[in-house]
């Protein structure tokens, strides 16, 4: 059972422009969405995570957006850039209800960026 | 500060052997995560441990099994490897084992082909 739907699978867009990437989830006990951004040969690293109760945060170019009663978020990536050129995972996690640190992952996303 | 690190890095087994993989967690670090990615099934979580207790437990069989020592470093165990285990497995390592707001840091990966 995947509880966190990612799509698209893949994108490519022209440098300087926007990247969005699409996640749903099913279990309403998720409280903390992280997204994280993987280059080849590295682990995943954090790039912007979100509250619940929030519905936008910004950080740079990178923004998220969250639709609790849709039960879905995205990342958009403005102005993208070839060094953006990256897999991006969305994730949820049980923050508040349960100890530990469990991420549940997306499928990913491969963005290309073509100068 | 140095990162989570990963040893080996690459390692070429046969169905039927078993094999440990190491994580060492960042300075201070007191819960490290394993996480299993492929191809086919994303990321998926293995295992978390804190403080040497098992947090967490993911969805797999008992041929994996992991522990943590007093310093916090870790092992994580896979006996009679299956073609099907062949994966990039990652360590993340984070201060806290309360998921919200608490970072965790990815290592490289260790990539094991089952042959």
């Known amino acids: 059972q995947q509880q966190v739907k990612q799509s698209p699978q893949s994108l490519i867009v022209q440098k300087g422009g926007i990247s969005i990437i699409n996640c749903a989830y099913e279990n309403t006990a998720f409280d903390y969405f992280p997204w994280y951004q993987q280059f080849p040969g590295k682990g995943p690293a954090l790039l912007i995570a979100?509250?619940?109760?929030?519905s936008e945060k910004k950080e740079g170019r990178f923004t998220i957006s969250f639709n609790k009663s849709a039960k879905q978020f995205s990342l958009h990536i403005m102005d993208s850039q070839p060094g953006d050129s990256a897999t991006y995972f969305c994730a949820a996690i049980e923050g508040l209800k349960a100890a530990g640190n469990k991420l549940t992952f997306g499928g990913g996303t491969r963005v290309l960026v073509k100068p | 500060k140095a990162g989570v690190t990963q040893t080996p890095r690459y390692l070429i087994k046969t169905r039927g052997q078993q094999v440990t993989l190491s994580c060492s967690p960042i300075s201070g670090h007191r819960s490290v995560s394993w996480y299993q990615q492929t191809p086919g099934q994303g990321l998926q979580f293995l295992f978390e441990?804190?403080?040497?207790?098992?947090?967490n437990k993911g969805n797999f069989p008992g041929r994996f099994s992991g522990r943590q020592f007093s310093n916090s470093r870790s092992e994580m165990n896979v006996s009679t490897l299956e073609l099907g285990d062949s994966a990039l497995y990652l360590c993340a390592s984070s201060p806290l084992t309360r998921g919200m707001d608490n970072e965790q840091f990815f290592g490289p990966g260790t990539r094991l082909t089952v042959l």
């Open positions: 441990y804190f403080s040497e207790t098992q947090r």
């Open positions: 979100i509250r619940p109760d929030v």
